[in-house]
């Protein structure tokens, strides 16, 4: 079992950065792929970024170049860096863990989710 616990939301201006933060339970968190999702008002969950457990990363079209995801092995912590944020950013921005081997960029292929934290650009 993983409990995971997001953090690091909040208003920002258009072209300003912010940093999420992912803090997980548990001991094998090293063993798990981490991802980050986002879900805008209407609209269906969508894959953001993901990082195996080898460091290899996966990005959505949308955000590569301005957001960076990575790992904390020894602080069982993911994170997302994201930077020159844009109003169509804006989102609940949700973590999650899953076991190698399964599909990184579908929410199928994660088992355990965080509460998710607002993430709202201003224009």
Not at 71 to 96: G, Q
Not at 109 to 121: A, I, L
Request: aromatic share 12%; net charge positive.
């Amino acid at each position: 079992q993983v409990q995971l616990v997001e953090s690091g939301g909040g208003l920002v201006q258009a072209g300003g950065s912010l940093r999420l933060s992912c803090a997980a339970s548990g001991r094998t968190f090293s063993s798990y792929s981490m991802g980050w999702f986002r879900q805008a008002p209407g609209k269906e969950r969508e894959f953001v970024a993901a990082i195996r457990r080898s460091d290899r990363t996966n990005y959505a079209d949308s955000v590569k170049g301005r957001f960076t995801i990575s790992r904390d092995n020894a602080k069982s912590t993911a994170y997302l860096l994201m930077n020159s944020l844009e109003p169509e950013d804006t989102a609940v921005y949700y973590c999650a863990a899953g076991p190698f081997g399964r599909a990184w960029s579908t929410p199928g292929g994660y088992d355990y989710w965080g509460q998710g934290t607002q993430v709202t650009v201003s224009s």
